[in-house]
């Protein structure tokens, strides 16, 4: 059944009351009334469009991988094609962690309850597992350009760094890191994986 324009706005906006729900009071505090009252919604329309907590929480990490992946999707198309191959990585990757604060800190602050979840509820593992696919491609399609004889497993650890960075970057917010910074440590860590010097 097709959505309809305004269903599929109103929808959303319980999706981003979950994000900003989740971000607040962690995974445990999400109920339809509170997802309600966040979005200044009635707890029918929550129950209307995701009939279980767990429908929620799936749908509100299916939102977030959207939306984070079509940031990421904008800076990489932003890449400069006349720099070096591993300084263009380099920016991608530290505008990438610059953007997860700056933009969407709540989004990410979700991300990673969200990831704790599935400790405690595997069947959010799959939805995880789908939008990490995601990124783990373009990250190993740029390890393979700059010439990595272990794509896959250079773009897990370039993934592993990248969320290092985010988390270090939440739990310390008065010294976040600059843009430089970042670019320092994913060019020294390309540079390593490629064997460039």
Not at 11 to 31: F, I, K, Q, S, Y
């Amino acid at each position: 059944m097709k959505r309809q324009p305004r269903g599929e706005e109103r929808r959303r906006e319980v999706l981003e009351a979950t994000l900003r729900v989740l971000a607040r009071e962690g995974p445990r505090a999400v109920t339809h009334r509170a997802v309600a009252a966040e979005a200044g919604t009635s707890l029918r329309a929550t129950t209307y469009y995701f009939d279980s907590r767990e429908t929620l929480l799936r749908e509100a990490l299916m939102h977030y991988a959207s939306t984070s992946m079509e940031r990421f999707a904008r800076i990489v198309a932003e890449l400069d094609p006349k720099k070096a191959p591993v300084d263009a990585a380099a920016d991608m990757l530290a505008a990438t962690v610059l953007s997860d604060l700056e933009e969407d800190r709540a989004g990410l602050v979700a991300e990673i309850e969200l990831a704790l979840e599935i400790a405690r509820d595997p069947a959010l593992e799959a939805t995880y597992a789908a939008w990490e696919r995601g990124l783990l491609d373009v990250l190993e399609a740029h390890a393979r350009a700059l010439g990595s004889a272990h794509p896959k497993r250079d773009a897990r650890i370039v993934l592993a760094t990248l969320r290092g960075l985010e988390i270090e970057a939440l739990v310390r917010p008065s010294k976040r890191p600059t843009k430089a910074e970042l670019r320092g440590v994913f060019a020294t860590l390309l540079r390593a994986l490629s064997g460039v010097g």
